[in-house]
């Protein structure tokens, strides 16, 4: 098992930018792909990003795509979403994940959640 906590969130002007944390501590981080979901009030969980366990492949959901970029540093045990040119849309609480095994964008395969941070943009 892996611990996840998220910070960074915040609120933020349309347009503006944030970047997202998620610190790991538990089991070696570099047996994880980890990944970024988010959740809007009232909508399901959906997937946002992950990142390969080396960092060298990532994936990204269409409506992110040039937007946002996920990075991690194994190092320091800690995940990164850069989140540039945010819309109001974009308005949920944000949660990192980590699961071993082959990647995935499905909630349910993803075992380790941290516990969540608001990233409100305003219009």
């Known amino acids: 098992q892996v611990h996840l906590v998220e910070s960074g969130g915040g609120l933020v002007q349309a347009g503006g930018s944030l970047r997202l944390s998620c610190t790991a501590s538990?089991?070696?981080?570099?047996?994880?792909?980890m990944g970024w979901f988010r959740q809007a009030p009232g909508k399901e969980r959906e997937f946002v990003a992950r990142?390969?366990?080396?960092?060298?492949?990532?994936y990204y959901a269409d409506f992110v795509k040039g937007r946002f970029t996920v990075s991690r540093d194994n190092a320091k045990k800690m995940t990164y979403l850069q989140m540039n040119s945010l819309k109001p849309e974009d308005t949920a609480v944000y949660y990192c994940?980590?699961?071993?095994?082959?990647?995935?964008?499905?909630?349910?395969?993803?075992?380790?959640w941290g516990q969540g941070t608001q990233v409100t943009v305003s219009s």
């Open positions: 994940a980590a699961k071993t095994g082959g990647g995935s964008r499905l909630v349910r395969e993803y075992d380790n």
């Open positions: 990142i390969s366990w080396s960092g060298v492949t990532t």
């Open positions: 538990g089991r070696t981080f570099s047996d994880y792909i």
